[in-house]
């Protein structure tokens, strides 16, 4: 509730009761989806979980040219089951980059669930290098861009009404590389039912300027949350660094 307040100071509190009451009923739907893509047959997944013609097309189009892709994206719809679709439905490789978990027995459990269709999984810490390594190949590389570096190595800017921290590595590595960049949504069509739209975000990431491709991504998924917000994970800290006053 504190985050909802502090992201739409002009709606009551009635409002954003409403909200809160849709997000803990989703986040239930989230977690047994989730759990489901362990035994869900492709058929089955490919039912629930599509994409949009026109995204089909853009990809298509990207990998007749050999053209990887990097993916930007927010914890926004079922991104899990995102990546189950886009590894059974897309030419190029789906990586993911993800953060080891503590707890091996857990880590192991959504290791096997995130890889079961085909998509591989980076550790956070070998980005950079196994992204490089892979120059060659036709692979697109998924960024949950939404989460909460420290604040000596963020971009901040306003998003929903507060000063907010955004990792730069999206925007680092694309510029590094030359990776055409993607703005990915898992948008919602009814319970249980998504669709995956993607959109060109930036072709030429090496001549923009510092920045610009972090507010960018960051805009374009505040759109997003502005229209649905019921979708979005309100319950991670996504507020909770402040900016020092020097930086």
């Known amino acids: 509730m504190q985050n909802l307040r502090h992201s739409f100071p002009e709606k009551s509190e009635q409002e954003l009761q409403v909200i ?7 986040l239930c739907d989230l ?32 990998a007749a040219e050999k053209r990887s892709v990097i993916l930007v994206m927010g914890h926004y719809g079922n991104w899990e089951w995102a990546g189950n679709t886009f590894s059974m439905m897309c030419k190029h490789q789906l990586y993911v980059i993800y953060h080891p978990l503590a707890n091996k027995q857990f880590d192991g459990l959504m290791y096997r ?11 956070m810490k070998d980005t950079f290098r196994e992204m490089y390594k892979g120059l060659k190949d036709l692979n697109a590389t998924a960024f949950i861009a939404d989460q909460t570096p420290s ?17 730069k590595g999206t925007e680092v590595i694309a510029k590094k590389l030359g990776l055409t960049i993607l703005y990915t949504c898992v948008y919602p069509i009814k319970r249980g039912y998504y669709e995956i739209r993607l959109e ?3 072709e030429d990431p090496k001549n923009t300027a510092e920045g610009e491709i972090s507010e960018k991504h960051t805009h374009r998924l505040e759109q997003d949350i502005i229209a649905r917000p019921e979708y979005w994970l309100w319950s991670h800290r996504r507020w909770k660094h402040k900016r020092e006053s020097n930086l």
Request: one cysteine or more; glycine letters at 2%.
């Open 200 to 202: 060109m975000l930036n």
């Open 151 to 167: 604040s000596q190595n963020a971009h901040w800017m306003t998003f929903l009404h507060q000063e907010t921290p955004v990792f």
């Open 31 to 62: 977690f047994i989806e989730t759990f489901k893509t362990l035994t869900i047959s492709k058929k089955s997944m490919l039912k629930h979980c599509s994409i949009s013609p026109d995204s089909m097309q853009l990809l298509d189009q990207l």
């Open 113 to 123: 669930m995130r890889t079961r269709f085909g998509t591989k999984l980076i550790s």
């Open 20 to 26: 809160c009451k849709k997000f803990y009923h989703f």
